[in-house]
């Protein structure tokens, strides 16, 4: 079987799918989080107004979210690639 997906294309592939995924994470969570405490979220611990508490939330759930995404991602372009080139690429392996 031929192949036509390099290391290149695949790695273009998951950064451009993980960049999306970033942005859209990071907006929804910023709404999440001021639509349940009515406040802004505290991206900067040095602020007046954050609490460390409140910080340390904020940072973790998006960070935890993030990394969900990026697995996910990476399983889904990975099983596609095998579907399309009928085994994982090396660099994957």
């Known amino acids: 079987m031929k192949k036509n997906l390099s290391k290149s294309t695949f790695n273009l592939l998951s950064s451009l799918a993980m960049f999306g995924a970033a942005v859209l994470i990071s907006k929804s969570i910023d709404k999440v989080y001021e639509s349940a405490t009515g406040s802004n979220p505290p991206k900067n611990p040095e602020a007046n107004d954050a609490s460390m508490k ?40």
Request: hydrophobic letters at 40%; charged letters at 20%; a positive charge.
């Open 54 to 93: 409140n910080v340390i939330l904020y940072k973790s759930l998006t960070a935890a979210t993030k990394v969900a995404a990026q697995i996910l991602i990476t399983t889904l372009l990975t099983s596609q690639w095998k579907k399309h080139e009928g085994e994982l690429p090396e660099h994957l392996n």
